[in-house]
Each structure stands twice: as C-alpha cells, then as structure tokens.
C-alpha cells in the first residue's frame, strides 16, 4: 500500500538517453548532485573553533596530537554551524538573499582572519609551555602543518557523514513504499545510527582493545636475553623463590632488577623495634612480585606475594610497602629507589600486576581490574599483618600511581582492618574519576584551591601539587598525633591532564581552570565548550613526555612525600 508525500530521491527523467547510464546511474548522479558543499556559516564556526582550540592548555603537544585536537574542534564548530542554520531556518527565509549571502561570506571571512594569527600566537604559547615543563621550542613551521592535519580530520569526517546520510536517505526511500515517511525515516535513522554504533564497538573494544591485549601480551612475555633472574634470595625469581622468573613478566622483571639505591645495603637508622630481628649489615632491599602467569587468579597471586614477604623476611624489616601498579604491571623506580635510600635498604616492597594493557586502555576495558586486584592483594597482606604482634610489627605503607591509585582507595575502603594497621598512603596522579579523590575535594575548605584542597585541616589526608606551586607545599608540615587514621598525601600536578581531564569538561568550566592562571606563571587557560574537553583529551597523550615534576611525569618530588608519609622510625 502505498502513502502519500513519501520520501524518494530524485527520479531520472524517463527520456534520458541510454548513452548516459540507465535510470539507476542517473538518480545516484542526482542523488550525489544534492551533496553541496559545506555552507560558508558552517565552516566559519569550525574555523571559530579551531581558533579556540590553538590556545594554551596544560602541556605542550606535537603536530599530530595538537592537529587531531584542532581537527575535532573545528568537527564541533561545523555540526554547531549546522544546528544554528536549522534553527534560525524560519529567520533566514525571511530575509532578502543577497544581504543574506553577503553576511555569510563575511562571518567566514573574519573567522579565517582569525584563524591565522591564532595559528601564529599558539606557537608562540606551545614556545612559552615548552620552557615552563622543560622541553625543546617547536618548529616554526608547526601551526601550518597543525592547520593541514586539521583540515584533514574535518573533511574526512564531514565526507563519512554525507555517506551515512546517503545510506539514510536510500533506506528510507526503500521503506517508503511500505511504510508512511515520518516512520520509515525513523526506521532508517536508527537502522543506520545502530549498524554504524555496532560496527564502531566490535572494531574498537571487539578488534583493536583485543588486538592491543594480545600485543602486550606477547611483550609481556618476553624475557631480555641481558636481563639474567635475580641472583638474590630476597628478590622474587631468585633462589628459593616460590614465584618463577619467566612468570613476573616484562614489568615484573625490570622491577626485582632494579639497582639498589647508593647507601641501602646496610640498616636504616632509628631505635629497634621491639621483638625486630638483629640488624644484619649486609642486607639489601626486598623486592617480591607476582605476574599474572604466577597463578591463575588474582586471589592465588595475593597469597603468592604473601608468601614471598615470608620468605625473605620481609616482615622483619623497617618499613613494608605494597605497591598497586599501572596497568602493564609498571612500578615506578623512582618510587621504589627514594623510600630505599631513605630507609637505608632496611625495607619491603611488593606488587602484583592484574593487566596487560596500559592504563588508559585498561580502564576503558574494565577497570575494575585493579579494583579487584589491590582489593586481594592488600586484603592478604592486611590479614597477615593483623596476626603479627603490634609492637613488632613493621610500618606499612600503600603506593598507587595512575590507576593503581584507584584501586588503593578501594581496598582502603573495603579491606577489613585496613585503616588500624597501614600507617601511611602515597597516591600520585590520581585520575579525575577516583571516586575517593572526587569526595574529598568536593568536601575541602572554601578558602582552599581544587589545585591544593585543604581537607579537615590536613589532619590525615593531604593534597600536594608539587614543585609547580612550591607555596603550597604541605609535606613538611608536622602531621597530628596518631588517631586520625594512616597518614594519607595525594601527589597531583596543575598541568597534569590525568588528574583533570573529565567528561565534564564537555559543558562546565571546573574551578582548576582559572586557579592555574592565577597561581602559576604559565599562559592563560581559557574554558570553551567542547573545545577545552577536546585540548585536556590531547594533554593525555602528550602527558608523560614532559621533565619530571610536570603532566604525568613524578620522580623527584617523591622522596619528600615519601619523608611526609613514612617518616624513618621515632624513638
């Protein structure tokens, strides 16, 4: 049956000769006729946009992230151009066309009159970022290449949305002899937006996610034909070790094979413990691990790990730290090497990793991994330590950086007894989506910055944003008297994008913005919809190629928290 005022695309005429194609060639040609080229007010709000996108954010990018970031905006400009068009259609058919048409060459003109010199005073911004995080200057011929990778990304992405919107358009003329238009219209539009949706997550999660696991995977298997097992009994994989050398993996091995830190293989200073072992000079720092081919499952690998403490002795040292590592299983040196030398080699560090996958592609994979992993193994370790007598029990501290921190504050609020035996939390680079983080700076003082919240006068948590604002440095404070619960320090840059990115930047200017202009000597942030979402994106890429103590880079600001945080042993 057929309605009335259906949808159809153009119809060839019936007396077009056969020489031209035949009546399908001749409606697709009509059909791709009706693909104009972009209206000028489009592409005056996408070139607005770019202009945006140029101006400073957290760290200095490279022409492909910095392009990719610029491309997207301008993406966001021209669908903003196009819902504007729709929506003062009714206004604009009203006007006279030639006043109409020369306002629209104007508007494009001043906003590509814009776009260049935008284009030349972001160089010299990404110049002043570089000197502010220590990095080389840019070359000058930057902002050009910036600007054609841009261009790159909208015509593309313009060209897959005209396609679609074909595809729509022909399912909906196909449906239109059976159903009425508004509803094969509707019909077509949610056949083509779920077959593009579902084809996007199998490629994305299904293929590329799987693909990228078995790659590092592999990597993670490999062993370093210079890169021999531990020849130390106190180091996981060596002599005696109930963990197997090939099971730690990549990062598992580079972490026992650390180099001791100059000065550690003698005893830390500070009165014994009551019921502690003799001190023994020659002992160097326990180092114990467990990959995830050391067991089957997360809980199997906690006791592995526990294990391992038992062995060494490492419960007869100064000071235990368990680590919950980033994603690959990575535990940073740095943090492992200063709390050594500051105990003088008399310490314990252990980990487990729970992932093959970065970080990043590991949260967007599941990341509850590392809420389930630091649940076992600090819930193991926490167990044991309960059973140990209290004066001789050794400090324990917790060490999460990136996403391990994430899953630190979930043990530390689900692990029974958590809170009455770790004496000391260091979580570095928190993301912006740590529920526990979240909670806490929503809970700080009014007079405090989000950049350094002031939580319940400090008494047991901390926020300290590093060198970057050395006037809020709150780790050589004298912290109250125990009660409070373990001495707990967040370590988070001001240009770190890992602590500030968030979904919410899409539509909401978040305090951190203006806070960084006003106390740091960097070029100003500004907050634009969408567009400030889309350069604190392109920060996450580039965050960990800047000198330490800037972006996603912590090394030598941790010996000082770790002298806030666990402090060598008071008489």
């Keep these: 049956m057929a309605y009335p005022n259906q949808l159809a695309l153009p119809s060839p005429a019936p007396d077009r000769p056969a020489w031209q194609g035949?009546?399908?060639?001749?409606?697709?040609?009509?059909?791709?006729?009706?693909?104009?080229?972009?209206?000028?007010?489009?592409?005056?709000?996408?070139?607005?946009?770019?202009?945006?996108?140029?101006?400073?954010?957290?760290?200095?990018?490279?022409?492909?992230?910095?392009?990719?970031?610029?491309?997207?905006?301008?993406?966001?400009?021209?669908?903003?151009?196009?819902?504007?068009?729709?929506?003062?259609?009714?206004?604009?058919?009203?006007?006279?066309?030639?006043?109409?048409?020369?306002?629209?060459?104007?508007?494009?003109?001043?906003?590509?009159?814009?776009?260049?010199?935008?284009?030349?005073?972001?160089?010299?911004?990404?110049?002043?970022?570089?000197?502010?995080?220590?990095?080389?200057?840019?070359?000058?011929?930057?902002?050009?290449?910036?600007?054609?990778?841009?261009?790159?990304?909208?015509?593309?992405?313009v060209l897959v949305a005209r396609t679609l919107r074909l595809v729509t358009r022909w399912t909906a003329h196909r449906l239109s002899s059976l159903l009425p238009m508004w509803l094969a219209l509707a019909v077509a539009v949610t056949t083509v937006a779920g077959g593009t949706t579902a084809f996007a997550d199998h490629l994305l999660?299904?293929?590329?996610?799987?693909?990228?696991?078995?790659?590092?995977?592999?990597?993670?298997?490999?062993?370093?034909?210079?890169?021999?097992?531990?020849?130390?009994?106190?180091?996981?994989?060596?002599?005696?070790?109930?963990?197997?050398?090939?099971?730690?993996?990549?990062?598992?091995?580079?972490?026992?094979?650390?180099?001791?830190?100059?000065?550690?293989?003698?005893?830390?200073?500070?009165?014994?413990?009551?019921?502690?072992?003799?001190?023994?000079?020659?002992?160097?720092?326990?180092?114990?691990?467990?990959?995830?081919?050391?067991?089957?499952?997360?809980?199997?690998?906690?006791?592995?790990?526990?294990?391992?403490?038992?062995?060494?002795?490492?419960?007869?040292?100064?000071?235990?730290?368990?680590?919950?590592?980033?994603?690959?299983?990575?535990?940073?040196?740095?943090?492992?090497?200063?709390?050594?030398?500051?105990?003088?080699?008399?310490?314990?560090?252990?980990?487990?990793?729970?992932?093959?996958?970065?970080?990043?592609?590991?949260?967007?994979?599941?990341?509850?991994?590392?809420?389930?992993?630091?649940?076992?193994?600090?819930?193991?370790?926490?167990?044991r330590w309960r059973t140990l007598p209290v004066a001789s029990r050794p400090r324990l501290v917790l060490y999460g950086e990136s996403l391990g921190s994430r899953g630190v504050e979930r043990a530390m609020r689900s692990v029974p007894g958590a809170e009455q035996v770790v004496d000391g939390v260091l979580l570095v680079g928190p993301p912006n989506s740590n529920p526990t983080w979240s909670k806490l700076v929503s809970q700080r003082a009014e007079d405090s910055p989000l950049l350094a919240p002031v939580i319940d006068e400090g008494r047991a948590v901390r926020f300290w944003p590093g060198p970057e604002l050395p006037e809020y440095d709150r780790t050589d404070d004298s912290w109250p008297e125990p009660g409070y619960g373990p001495r707990t320090l967040y370590l988070q840059h001001p240009s770190d994008p890992i602590v500030w990115w968030s979904p919410s930047l899409l539509w909401s200017e978040p305090a951190w913005v203006s806070e960084r202009t006003e106390v740091s000597a960097v070029p100003p942030l500004r907050w634009r919809p969408v567009v400030t979402f889309w350069q604190v994106s392109g920060d996450l890429l580039f965050s960990n190629e800047v000198a330490s103590g800037h972006g996603h880079r912590y090394g030598r600001e941790l010996a000082d928290a770790w002298a806030a945080v666990a402090p060598l042993a008071e008489s």
């Design 205 to 383: 999660r299904g293929r590329m996610l799987t693909q990228a696991d078995q790659s590092f995977q592999l990597l993670d298997r490999q062993v370093s034909a210079d890169l021999p097992p531990p020849a130390d009994p106190q180091r996981s994989g060596g002599p005696g070790s109930v963990v197997a050398w090939s099971t730690l993996g990549r990062e598992g091995r580079a972490f026992v094979s650390l180099p001791d830190p100059p000065g550690t293989n003698r005893t830390a200073t500070g009165p014994p413990r009551a019921g502690a072992a003799a001190a023994d000079p020659t002992r160097r720092p326990i180092r114990v691990y467990a990959g995830i081919d050391s067991a089957q499952d997360v809980s199997a690998r906690a006791r592995l790990v526990v294990a391992e403490l038992e062995r060494t002795g490492a419960l007869r040292r100064g000071v235990v730290c368990v680590v919950v590592p980033t994603g690959t299983g990575w535990v940073h040196p740095v943090a492992v090497s200063t709390l050594e030398a500051q105990w003088k080699g008399d310490t314990a560090v252990a980990s487990m990793q729970y992932s093959y996958l970065p970080s990043v592609l590991s949260q967007v994979v599941d990341y509850s991994r590392v809420e389930i992993a630091a649940e076992a193994l600090i819930g193991a370790v926490v167990r």
């Design 22 to 157: 035949g009546p399908k060639v001749a409606a697709l040609r009509e059909a791709a006729g009706r693909l104009r080229p972009p209206h000028r007010t489009d592409l005056a709000m996408a070139a607005a946009a770019s202009a945006a996108s140029l101006t400073p954010s957290l760290v200095p990018k490279t022409v492909l992230v910095q392009g990719l970031v610029t491309g997207f905006a301008a993406v966001a400009g021209y669908v903003a151009g196009v819902l504007l068009r729709w929506l003062a259609a009714p206004v604009r058919r009203r006007a006279p066309a030639k006043p109409r048409e020369r306002a629209a060459w104007l508007l494009l003109a001043t906003a590509l009159l814009t776009l260049l010199p935008a284009s030349w005073q972001s160089h010299g911004w990404q110049q002043e970022l570089a000197a502010y995080v220590g990095e080389a200057d840019p070359p000058p011929t930057d902002p050009l290449a910036v600007l054609l990778l841009a261009a790159l990304v909208l015509v593309a992405t």
